[in-house]
């Protein structure tokens, strides 16, 4: 039975009462000889007037009276006739109707005749938008390829007459039916349930309309079908009931297409709640088990739970199928023991199976009727899997490939054991709409899961592995990713060793998740690296930063001029000698202050306008540290919670912080320890510094006055110094550096012109010799590479090849040009 045909059945049930349909009985002689209510109410005859007259008199036209003969040739070969006509009514208009004639037979071998009517009128304007009276048409007009069946019952119940099509429905042959009540014919509850309701419309007159019944007894095979009886009173010449008419349809399609409709209903609810592939295979085995298979497995390709591409044919390679994974098995059983394999283990399938002709083709494999004897695939199958087969007794049997967008993901296998009923081919389409709806889920699931691999991926890559504070201070970090439900953030964190012994921190957070958000991160990590070799100051490198970040937006922005890309960032930079660390932030939160003594602090620094937002500057803030104070760096992760406000986070990092002389790296466990929750919704990262300093022993300084003559003093401090920490084998070429640099600051410098300026000189021994000269200039050096007869210009030159690297620096006062030397003697 098609679709269209089951929904007017399906509909039918409301209609015989909404469109007045007029029932009547005829004798072989074609004599009236019941009539119904409804009847009366179309052409205003009573049962008295028409009973025992010819029903050909109820017909208006000539041409119709003589179609009598050939209706009941056609309705006596075919058990039906429909038709159009029109019928006279009392008050001698005509009323054009719809017609149906079914034959019936009795026990005494007589023929009779259902009529049923209904007006055109009625059939046209409610039929046309597709309401009871078009499910009426259908119900009562059907071809025989969709018979209604029929029986009169006297006023006891017994059945007098039935046309062919009942028989066929409810499963009572007709020679057990003739002079039986309903429940003496099929005894059990139902049909005592359904006899009752036949005594209630016999008595009131009342018509009953579509009361679902199960068939009394399976039909070929097909199991009990579930059928709709309508029950109409035949009241005789006087008015008094004469029995009743059952018009009968079935209505199993129906039913199971609202149960259908009932499972991929729970379907859109049950399956694809997460972006876990796994999951998602497990809920569609729950959800298809019991209310379509007694044993489900979901297979998938074994790329799929890692968000890789699946091959778009997976074919059998050295007699087995290569790489599946079980990703759902359910059973009406506990334990599953049907499956010889458990969720999550790897899958290899056997050449014989029809896994293979699914794959190859992508079209399912239906077996109703599973054949187990020797020589089937059951037979070619390992002796477990067959043992399985048996023990349980599988006897039907289908395989679904699950596809999504144009690949083949994996497959998903129906099996029925304790379910008598075979698959049928609305099973089939079922399993199909089930696993079609799961496989955008799955698909879903594995693009996600492909873009965070990679988005965690480029992450990790660019994410510090081996970050020193060197001789600046120790440091210790951790990150977290967000969880499956959010995806990957753009959270960055770096420690970068700076000359004369400085190290910066930076952390930051770009606005959203994904690829799209660690490819930001990315680009900002360098650009803020390469603005460090730059030696830019804090402040001064936001914005710069920020200026990136607008370009970044310019070229990102959606057609409607909608930025999609923005971020966070403090950036601070501490240096050992002097215990100071400058520190600058754009829209970031501040960093935790841990003094010596366990004290925290939230310093208050200008907040800065987020990275994109421009036209704002940014302010730096130099605060002077104790040796062994912790600079805690964070991202908004670590203290945002949905339910507390911003201040309660911070309070709870503060506590977690608050413990003096806990190793740095139990610190950072400790405070990352603090999170509500193990599944954060957004990255987490938190970098700890525990500051140092260089005192006299590993740094010197001296300030000279800006008088070529103090160059020869210069070079004299110099050389005692390095004497001193034992450093003589770096004297000759300190002595130049120191020499050339000192000589260039008081030559380029602002102190020269007004004879009264200063140049600072200072030694830094770490894990390397750094030289650096400070004046109150802001112009800075150009390297030169000079010619054989040019006087000048190869001061920095020789400082250049003397030099591990050298470079300069904006100070709050001028410049500072700095030199690196290695410790150790070069071979």
């Known amino acids: 039975m098609d679709s269209s045909t089951g929904t007017a059945l399906a509909a039918a049930q409301t209609a015989f009462h909404m469109a007045g349909a007029a029932i009547a009985l005829l004798d072989a002689e074609g004599t009236v000889v019941g009539w119904t209510e409804a009847a009366r109410q179309l052409v205003g005859y009573s049962a008295a007037e028409v009973v025992g007259r010819s029903g050909a008199a109820l017909l208006a036209a000539a041409e119709d009276r003589a179609k009598i003969p050939a209706v009941v040739e056609q309705s006596s070969a075919r058990g039906r006739w429909s038709g159009f006509g029109g019928v006279r009514h009392r008050d001698g208009r005509k009323v054009d109707v719809r017609l149906s004639v079914s034959s019936l037979s009795g026990q005494d071998g007589r023929a009779r005749w259902v009529v049923s009517a209904i007006d055109n009128v009625t059939y046209a304007s409610r039929g046309a938008d597709g309401s009871a009276v078009q499910s009426l048409r259908a119900a009562l007009n059907l071809q025989s390829h969709v018979p209604i069946g029929v029986v009169i019952r006297d006023t006891q119940l ?3 007459w039935v046309n062919d099509t009942q028989g066929l429905k409810d499963g009572i042959p007709r020679q057990e039916r003739f002079g ?38 399976p039909i ?22 004469l029995g009743l008419c059952a018009v009968s349809m079935d209505v199993t399609d129906s039913e199971r297409a609202r149960e259908r409709l009932a499972i991929l209903g729970e379907a859109s609810k049950n399956i694809g709640t997460t972006l876990d592939v796994m999951r998602t295979g497990q809920e569609l085995a729950d959800l298809a088990v019991p209310l379509l298979a007694d044993f489900v497995t979901v297979d998938l390709a074994e790329s799929v739970p890692l968000g890789e591409e699946p091959l778009a044919h997976i074919g059998p390679k050295d007699g087995d199928i290569p790489a599946f994974r079980r990703a759902g098995v359910a059973s009406i059983h506990q334990e599953v023991p049907e499956s010889l394999f458990v969720r999550g283990e790897p899958v290899l399938v056997s050449p014989a199976s029809p896994f293979n002709g699914v794959l190859r083709s992508g079209r399912p494999h239906f077996e109703p009727m599973l054949d187990t004897s020797p020589g089937t695939w059951v037979d070619r199958q390992p002796l477990a899997s067959v043992r399985k087969i048996h023990e349980h007794g599988m ?4 395989v679904v490939p699950i596809h999504a967008r144009g690949a083949l993901l994996g497959v ?25 709806w799961a496989a955008l889920s799955l698909d879903n699931a594995r693009r996600y899961a492909r873009e965070r691999t990679a988005a965690l991926a480029l992450q990790r890559h660019l994410l510090p592995h081996r970050a020193t504070g060197g001789s600046a201070a120790d440091v210790a970090w951790r ?3 967000a969880d499956d439900h959010h995806g990957v953030g753009g959270d960055w964190f770096d420690v970068i060793p700076l000359p004369g012994a400085r190290i910066a921190l930076v952390v930051g957070d770009v606005v959203g998740h994904g690829i799209n958000a660690a490819a930001t991160m990315g680009r900002l990590r360098t650009a803020v690296r390469t603005l460090t070799d730059m030696d830019v100051p804090p402040d001064q490198l936001l914005t710069q930063l920020d200026e990136l970040v607008l370009r970044l937006l310019d070229e990102e922005a959606d057609p409607h001029g909608q930025a999609t890309t923005g971020a966070t960032c403090l950036y601070a930079v501490y240096d050992p000698v002097t215990r100071e660390c400058t520190i600058a932030r754009a829209g970031h939160p501040p960093p935790a202050i841990v003094d010596p003594h366990g004290g925290v602090t939230f310093p208050e620094l200008p907040t800065g306008a987020p990275l994109g937002v421009g036209m704002v500057p940014f302010e730096s803030v130099t605060l002077e540290l104790p040796e062994d104070s912790v600079i805690a760096l964070y991202t908004d992760g670590l203290i945002e919670d949905r339910d507390h406000d911003i201040d309660v986070g911070m309070d709870r990092l503060a506590t977690a912080l608050a413990r003096p002389g806990l190793p740095l790296e139990a610190l950072c466990s400790s405070a990352i320890d603090t999170l509500p929750t193990r599944a954060p919704s957004d990255d987490v990262t938190l970098l700890l510094a525990r500051t140092r300093s260089l005192g006299p022993r590993q740094a010197a300084s001296w300030h000279l006055p800006a008088d070529p003559a103090v160059v020869s003093r210069a070079r004299a401090l110099a050389t005692r110094q390095l004497d001193q920490w034992g450093l003589e084998h770096l004297g000759d070429s300190t002595e130049l550096i120191v020499s050339e640099l000192v000589t260039n600051a008081i030559r380029h410098g602002n102190g020269v012109r007004d004879g009264q300026g200063m140049v600072g000189l200072r030694l830094i021994r770490h894990e390397m010799l750094t030289c650096e000269v400070s004046d109150t200039s802001d112009s800075h050096p150009r390297l030169r590479h000079p010619r054989t007869t040019d006087e000048n210009g190869r001061g920095l030159h020789l400082v250049s090849k003397l030099s591990r690297r050298w470079g300069t620096r904006c100070t709050q006062d001028g410049k500072l040009i700095w030199s690196e030397q290695q410790l150790a003697p070069t071979a």
């Open 158 to 160: 017994r059945c007098t």
């Open 220 to 241: 070929r095979g097909r199991g009990k079908r579930t059928l709709a009886a309508s029950l109409f009173r035949l009241d005789d010449a006087h008015g008094r009931a």
């Open 180 to 217: 039986r009540t309903l429940a003496e014919a099929a005894p059990g509850p139902e049909a005592k349930t359904l006899e009752a309701l036949m005594q209630q419309v016999l008595e009131s007159g009342v018509p009953a309309i579509h009361t679902e019944y199960r068939a009394f007894q």
């Open 479 to 481: 990150y977290l990713p």
């Open 412 to 436: 998903a296998a129906f099996g029925r054991t304790q379910n008598d009923l075979p698959f049928e081919e609305d099973d089939l389409l079922l399993a199909e709409e089930l696993v079609s």
């Open 395 to 398: 006897h039907s049997f289908m």
